[in-house]
């Protein structure tokens, strides 16, 4: 096992006020770190991940911002669905980032299954946001944690494992990827739950049977927006080009040197850098309109 280096032993050392708060009849949890008073940037994970995937990126955002990491429905700590939806889970985003402050100074950022969600909220509300960030999320494409479901791959039926060490040695991110081992470990722990006889994990697999985004749902948007992209992830050059034409040729895509899709756990400071600099430049520009 590698020794965590300071800089994320001190990250998890804040680890963030838990709240809770009920959107259309279904509990939804979310962590916060920051002064209130600021504004807000909300955090938004991949498909049978969860906010604490965030826990060591969400302090280094929190200069100045108040940072939120949601656990969408039918994932982590938030209530269950009888069914899932993008449409859905911008709501539940959307609700949470009013619930913390001022959600027309917000900016909202998700990863993966996440930025499908993050874009699907700023088509259908991006007049009440000031910004959508997604990372890597494939919008042609199934997210690879759909495609592994729907092959049988993974994200099956929950399983339930007699001890917790079991449960922690079967976790692996999808697409498996190079990562830091002290960031998988942290989130591997994060991601299981009691269950009668053992351990089993947190998400619901019925996520994974619900709509998906496509180019022709991407639009010019009421807010601004950027693309990131891991350079050795799942959006190519090619897919950016297509939704960069899609939203109007206004949104930056922005490339992520030697990471894999899930670069939380890869490059996680040169992400943080790479969101620090986006926000800094939209708070001294002027978007194209």
């Known amino acids: 096992m590698t020794s965590p280096p300071a800089w994320f032993s001190a990250a998890l050392a804040d680890a963030g006020q838990e709240r809770r708060i009920t959107v259309e009849g279904t509990p939804i949890a979310y ?17 049978g991940a969860h906010s604490r995937w965030w826990d060591h990126i969400a302090p280094m955002l929190a200069r100045g911002w108040r940072v939120l990491a949601v656990d969408m429905s039918g994932h982590g700590d938030s209530g269950r669905r009888p069914s899932y939806s993008l449409d859905t889970w911008a709501r539940e985003v959307l609700a949470v980032v009013a619930d913390a402050g001022d959600a027309a100074s917000s900016v909202v950022i998700g990863h993966s299954m996440g930025g499908l969600a993050t874009l699907r909220l700023a088509s259908l509300f991006g007049s009440q946001i000031a910004g959508a960030v997604a990372i890597d999320s494939p919008v042609r494409d199934l997210a690879p944690e759909d495609r592994a479901a729907r092959q049988h791959r993974a994200f099956g039926p929950l399983r339930v494992y007699p001890t917790r060490e079991d449960i922690l040695a079967r976790f692996r991110p999808i697409p498996d990827q190079p990562v830091l081992s002290y960031i998988a470990e942290h989130v591997a722990a994060t991601s299981i739950r009691p269950a009668e006889g053992g351990w089993t994990w947190k998400f619901d697999p019925r996520i994974f049977a619900r709509d998906h985004l496509t180019p022709e749902l991407l639009t010019r ?13 799942l959006v190519t050059p090619q897919q950016g080009e297509v939704m960069y034409d899609r939203l109007g040729r206004v949104a930056p895509v922005i490339e992520i040197p030697a990471a894999g899709h899930h670069i939380m756990l890869d490059q996680p400071i040169a992400l943080a850098a790479a969101l620090r600099t986006l926000l800094s430049d939209w708070d001294h520009s002027i978007p194209h309109r």
Not at 32 to 47: F, N, Q, Y
């Open 221 to 233: 948007l009421d807010c601004r927006v950027a693309l990131f992209r891991a350079e050795s992830g």
């Open 31 to 47: 962590r916060a770190w920051g002064d209130p008073a600021d504004r807000t940037i909300a955090l938004v994970h991949g498909g």
